[in-house]
């Protein structure tokens, strides 16, 4: 089976860096993705890892350590629109990919 | 064309109705999921076509039946659901069933509510 786990809920200020976490155990590795989705709307893609490292596109960064079960997502110079949930998807060894909870951010002006 | 399109955006349906859920895509995917999301969860898979073929039910109810006709449509096919049923319904889209860099492109939703 897989479980994967994140923080339900995260707030930061407008400009701020925020990091949000995903822990994961599988049977099996094939890459773990990160989504964003807007309150009513569908998910949205945002980066993928497959190796251990830090992947880097515009203002956000995702990390993986395969070793540890552990990414994250970093946010750069955060916008108000930014406020969304961020779902972590982890594919196992089936390579249909399984969703976290979520983590919903919240952005202050 | 990186778009997958569903009708109808909202629904509702009474529970003795029959109504039909509808996903197409165009970028040649080999890949299409049905998912189901209640607020504040995650998306729930519910079922997997690979090359147009059932690949995964994950003990999806019967009262929901998937149907591929061809590799760009997926319908869903809802008979006597209950009021918990309602939900977003999200149809997804991938190249590689069984490639690693598959990132998933997910249509707009269909909102159901079941009365």
């Known amino acids: 089976g897989q479980n994967i786990d994140q923080p339900t809920e995260m707030t930061a200020t407008e400009g701020a860096i925020v990091q949000i976490n995903c822990t994961y155990q599988t049977s099996g590795f094939n890459g773990l993705f990160w989504y964003q989705q807007h309150a009513g709307e569908a998910p949205t893609f945002l980066s993928y890892n497959v190796l251990d490292g830090l992947e880097e596109k515009g203002r956000f960064s995702s990390f993986l350590s395969r070793s540890k079960g552990y990414s994250y997502l970093l946010l750069k110079e955060l916008q108000m629109k930014d406020s969304a949930s961020y779902l972590c998807?982890?594919?196992?060894?089936?390579?249909?990919?399984?969703f976290g909870r979520g983590t919903s951010l919240i952005v202050h002006p | 064309d990186t778009e997958v399109t569903q009708t109808p955006k909202h629904l509702v349906m009474g529970m003795t109705n029959k109504k039909s859920l509808k996903c197409e895509q165009h970028m040649g995917h080999r890949a299409m999921y049905w998912y189901k999301q209640k607020a504040k969860k995650p998306p729930e898979l519910m079922f997997v076509y690979s090359y147009e073929k059932l690949s995964i039910n994950e003990s999806v109810p019967s009262r929901f039946s998937p149907e591929c006709p061809n590799s760009s449509l997926l319908n869903l096919h809802l008979h006597a659901l209950q009021p918990e049923d309602s939900a977003l319904y999200l149809c997804?889209?991938?190249?590689?069933?069984?490639?690693?860099?598959?990132?998933?492109?997910f249509g707009p939703g269909t909102r159901l509510t079941v009365t």
């Open positions: 998807a982890v594919k196992g060894g089936s390579y249909i990919p399984t």
């Open positions: 997804a889209s991938s190249q590689d069933p069984t490639g690693a860099w598959d990132e998933q492109y």
